[in-house]
């Protein structure tokens, strides 16, 4: 079993900085691939960027590419979304998610635990 919880969503302007954080419980976090997803207001959830158990591998939507980085401590059992340059198509709430998987997943359906979300807000 693993919990997640996300923080670190607000309101910044355009071309902003936020840092998310995902605080995870479980004794086997480190085996678990993480992801981020987001869903905006009336559209579906989509996926943002996975990362592997040892950080070697990631991957990121287009939409994202070169703006977020995807990070983890596995001592810390924390997960992060540094997302700079941020856009107001960037407006959504994000979410945390695992799946114990040597794959990256970025498909929401094949990921099994989930965050509550926090809301992340771009202004123009």
């Known amino acids: 079993q693993v919990h997640l919880v996300e923080s670190g969503g607000g309101l910044v302007q355009a071309g902003g900085s936020l840092r998310l954080s995902c605080a995870a419980s479980?004794?086997?976090?480190?085996?678990?691939?993480m992801g981020w997803f987001r869903q905006a207001p009336g559209k579906e959830r989509e996926f943002v960027a996975a990362l592997n158990w040892s950080s070697s591998r990631t991957y990121y939507a287009d939409s994202v590419k070169g703006r977020f980085t995807i990070s983890r401590d596995n001592d810390k059992i924390m997960v992060y979304l540094q997302m700079n340059s941020l856009k107001p198509e960037d407006t959504a709430v994000y979410y945390c998610?695992?799946?114990?998987?040597?794959?990256?997943?970025?498909?929401?359906?094949?990921?099994?635990?989930w965050g509550q979300g926090t809301q992340v807000t771009v202004s123009s």
């Open positions: 479980g004794r086997t976090f480190s085996r678990y691939v």
């Open positions: 998610a695992a799946v114990n998987t040597i794959l990256l997943p970025r498909g929401a359906d094949q990921y099994d635990y």
